[in-house]
């Protein structure tokens, strides 16, 4: 069984390198807000007339804001700290050379979804034509895909990891001492 054998919306899912995607994961978490539900890592080969001319690099968390889901962009954040930079840089470097192994054809999108629960997951699109100028077009391309895109796909996805990675509400025990420690507090002050 190869590491990339599950076809999904275009998409295949890598299996392997399970070292540099947790590598991937502690470059990055560092720069998101506590509570966050879901990472995205994804660098998207840009092309003009056939050829590659650039990567553009996507780092969004998804957090919940008071039941909304809300995306946030942290790749500044991540590329302005040089150690995780260069963390990152060295983990996607042997993705990609983990990746080379196995397939014969370039991998034009690189995606690492990292959820709060511990699921990680790597998309690969072996073959697509994004140009510069297509990722200022509205709606985006569809092979882009920012904390935005995850929201509006998988939100059913990203509710339900919402709720399995809630606090549990407290046991109505727990409440009563609860409020018998605030006014002993309050009792002291």
């Not at 998207?44 to 909304?68: C, F, K, T």
């Not at 983990?91 to 990680?120: K, Y």
């Amino acid at each position: 069984m190869s590491g990339a054998d599950r076809g999904v919306g275009g998409y295949v899912i890598w299996d392997s390198s399970p070292r540099a995607v947790a590598r991937v994961r502690d470059a990055v978490v560092g720069h998101a807000a506590t509570g966050t539900l879901r990472l995205v890592v994804q660098q998207l080969a840009l092309h003009e007339e056939g050829r590659e001319v650039g990567v553009h690099e996507i780092i969004d968390a998804i957090v919940d804001v008071g039941g909304n889901l809300v995306a946030y962009p942290v790749r500044e954040a991540v590329r302005a700290d040089a150690a995780a930079s260069a963390a990152l840089d060295g983990a996607l470097a042997q993705l990609r050379a983990d990746i080379a192994e196995e397939l014969t054809s370039a991998v034009d999108s690189l995606e690492v979804v990292l959820d709060r629960d511990g699921r990680r997951e790597v998309r690969l699109l072996l073959q697509v034509e994004v140009s510069p100028g297509e990722l200022e077009d509205d709606p985006a391309p569809a092979a882009l895909h920012d904390g935005d895109f995850h929201i509006h796909h998988h939100a059913p996805a990203l509710d339900d990891l919402r709720d399995r990675v809630a606090e549990p509400a407290p046991s109505p025990l727990r409440r009563v001492l609860g409020r018998m420690r605030e006014s002993l507090a309050h009792r002291r002050a």
